[in-house]
C-alpha cells in the first residue's frame, strides 16, 4: 500500500476539531483521525472524520498511551503524523507529553516553558507589559483573600480565571467562561462559587473596556517551525454566545484588514518565538482609542473556521511548514466573508451596531457566508436533522439570555 503524505490527528471533537477536519478536507481531500474521550454533535455521522473514542483521554497515561497504541496502526500509512488540539486542555498534555510523542508525531505548539508563560495570565500580562502590548488595567486575586476589599478601579469588573486549563475541567454550578459583573454583590458571590469548586488558581479582575460585542476583534496567526509569522487573518466579532457556559465565544465574525494589528503582533510573535497557531483576543477601548488584549490561546480558537472561510485554509499554513517544509512569504487576510455559528436571522436581529449590522445583511445578500458546521461534501439526512435542530434551538436560547449591553 502507498503511503499518504501526512494523517492529520485531531484532538477533540468539538466545533473547532471539525472546523480543522474541513480544512484539511477542502485543501487535500482527505479524511481526518479524530482522536476524543466522547461523542460530541459538531462531528457526529461525519464522513470527513475518523473517529477514535478512548475512555479518559483527558488523563495524562491513558492520552498518552492512546495516541502510542494509535501511531502504531497509522505509521502504517504514512510517514508523518500531524497533531491538532481542539482546546486547552489537549494542547497542555500534548506539550507536557512532547519526549514521548514527538518520536512519532509532528507536534506543533510551543514548548513547556513559553506554555508556562502563556497560559497563566499573570505571566502573560507581564509579558504583555515587556512587549509593550495594550491590556486592561488588572489586578490579581488569590483564593484567601477577601474579596470584599476595594479595587483600584470601579464596577463594572470582569472577572475570569487564570490558569484556563485548570479552570476547564471544574464543575459548578453557575460557571461562566468570564463574568462581567456590575456590583460588589455579584463580584462577592462569583468568587465564592469558583472557589467552591475544585479550581484553586488566581482570578485575573478587570477594568470593564465598554462596549457591546461589536468591539470585539478575534487574530488568529500561524507561526512556522523556525518562529517566523506565515499567516494573519483578523475578524470583527458580530456576535457572541449568550448560553451562560458559552459566554465569550463568538458566533458571528466578519474578515477585516487592520495592517497596524497585524503589523504589532507579527513583531510580537516572532519576538518571542512563538510556534503554531496563535489565537488573540482584542477588544477596542473607546476611552484611549486602543486595542487590547485579553488573551493569547497556544491553539486555534474555536471559531477560527472563519478564517479558512475568508479564503486562508488554517491546515494549509501547518502543513506547508511541518510536512513540506515550504517558507512561504507570508499571507494577511484582506478578503470580507461572514462566518456565523448561529442562525444567519438571529446575527442581523441582535447585531448591537446598526453600521455593522448594516454589512451583516449585505454580506448575506451576497451569499459571502459560510458556516463551520454546514459542509456540502458532508451532507448526510440524520447529519442535516441534527444540526437543523441544534441550531433551531439558538432561538430559545437568545430569547432567554441576551442582554443588550451599554
Keep these: 500500500m502507498q503511503k499518504t503524505d501526512f494523517i492529520p490527528v485531531i484532538l477533540g471533537s468539538d466545533d473547532n476539531a ?9 485543501q487535500y481531500g482527505i479524511v481526518s483521525i479524530v482522536a476524543t474521550k466522547g461523542e460530541l454533535l459538531s462531528t457526529m455521522h461525519s464522513k470527513i472524520v475518523d473517529k477514535r473514542i478512548f475512555a479518559d483521554f483527558d488523563q495524562p497515561e491513558i492520552f498518552v498511551k492512546s495516541l502510542l497504541t494509535l501511531k502504531d496502526e497509522l505509521l502504517q500509512q504514512t510517514d508523518k503524523l500531524l497533531l491538532i488540539a481542539s482546546n486547552e486542555n489537549y494542547v497542555e498534555l500534548a506539550v507536557r507529553s512532547r519526549s514521548q510523542l514527538e518520536p512519532h ?27 509593550n502590548l495594550d491590556y486592561p488595567d488588572t489586578v490579581m486575586f488569590e483564593k484567601g483573600m477577601d474579596p470584599h476589599d476595594s479595587l483600584p478601579f470601579d464596577f463594572p469588573v470582569v472577572v475570569k480565571p487564570s490558569d484556563s486549563m485548570r479552570y476547564f475541567v471544574a464543575q ?9 459583573l456590575h456590583t460588589k454583590e455579584e463580584y462577592v458571590d462569583a468568587i465564592k462559587r469558583i472557589y467552591q469548586s475544585s479550581y484553586d488558581g488566581k482570578l485575573i479582575i478587570q477594568d470593564y473596556i465598554p462596549g457591546d460585542d ?21 475578524g470583527h466579532v458580530v456576535l457572541e454566545d449568550y448560553t451562560p457556559v458559552l459566554i465569550g465565544n463568538y458566533v458571528g465574525i466578519v474578515g477585516e484588514e487592520n495592517q497596524e494589528i497585524y503589523d ?36 486555534q480558537g474555536r471559531s477560527s473556521f472563519f478564517v479558512t472561510a475568508n479564503g486562508y485554509n488554517m491546515a494549509k499554513y501547518l502543513v506547508e511548514d511541518r510536512v513540506y517544509q515550504h517558507d512561504n512569504p507570508i499571507e494577511y487576510g484582506r478578503n470580507e466573508v461572514l462566518w456565523h455559528a448561529v442562525p444567519k436571522k438571529l446575527l442581523v436581529k441582535y447585531t448591537m451596531d446598526d453600521q455593522l449590522k448594516t454589512k451583516v445583511k449585505r454580506l448575506i445578500k451576497e451569499g459571502k457566508t459560510a458556516s463551520t458546521l454546514y459542509y456540502d461534501q458532508d451532507k448526510s439526512l440524520i447529519r442535516s436533522l441534527k444540526l437543523y435542530n441544534y441550531y433551531r434551538n439558538y432561538y430559545n436560547r437568545f430569547e432567554q439570555y441576551f442582554k443588550k449591553k451599554n
Excluded at 459548578?172 to 462581567?180: H, I, S
Design 105 to 131: 508525531y509532528i507536534v506543533p505548539f510551543v514548548d513547556e516553558e513559553m506554555m508556562d508563560a502563556i497560559i497563566f495570565k499573570e505571566n502573560f500580562y507581564e509579558m504583555a507589559e515587556t512587549y
Design 18 to 26: 471539525y472546523g480543522m477536519a474541513r480544512a484539511f478536507h477542502e
Design 264 to 299: 504589532q503582533y507579527k513583531t510580537f510573535l516572532e519576538a518571542i518565538g512563538f510556534v503554531g497557531y496563535a489565537n488573540i483576543d482584542l477588544k477596542y477601548d473607546r476611552r484611549d482609542g486602543k486595542y487590547k488584549i485579553f488573551e493569547l490561546n497556544i491553539r
Design 214 to 234: 461589536t468591539v470585539m476583534r478575534v487574530l488568529n496567526a500561524y507561526c512556522d517551525r523556525n518562529g517566523k509569522v506565515r499567516m494573519m487573518c483578523l
Design 172 to 180: 459548578f454550578e453557575g460557571k461562566k467562561k468570564a463574568y462581567v
